[in-house]
């Protein structure tokens, strides 16, 4: 089992930048996979970054591509989203994901309006 806490969101303005956070339960090298997803009222969560553990380099959907950076803090056992030129479509809730021992986990989601 995997407990999975982000943490960063809130209301941001057209332009600004937020940095978000998934705090982990289990060691991160064990894990296959990490990613992170939004969704819109109505909508399924969409994919926005995929990334394995094994290596390679993350694939961004082509939304946020260029303003999106996923990266991983051993230290703090966290998964990072720092998000930048932020757009009120950016407006959704966010979750991460990882895969361990063929399971997809998902954390509970935080709340990102972009908003002037």
């Known amino acids: 089992q995997v407990q999975l806490v982000e943490s960063g969101g809130g209301l941001v303005q057209p332009g600004g930048s937020l940095r978000l956070s998934c705090t982990v339960s289990?060691?991160?090298?064990?894990?296959?996979?990490m990613g992170w997803y939004r969704r819109t009222p109505g909508k399924s969560p969409r994919e926005l970054v995929a990334?394995?553990?094994?290596?390679?380099?993350?694939n961004y959907a082509d939304s946020v591509k260029g303003r999106f950076t996923i990266s991983t803090d051993d230290s703090e056992n966290t998964i990072n989203l720092q998000m930048s030129n932020l757009k009120p479509e950016d407006t959704a809730v966010y979750y991460c994901?990882?895969?361990?021992?063929?399971?997809?986990?998902w954390g509970q989601g935080t709340q990102v309006p972009v908003s002037s």
């Open positions: 994901t990882v895969l361990y021992r063929r399971t997809l986990y």
């Open positions: 289990i060691n991160m090298f064990s894990l296959e996979y």
């Open positions: 990334s394995s553990f094994s290596g390679g380099q993350p």
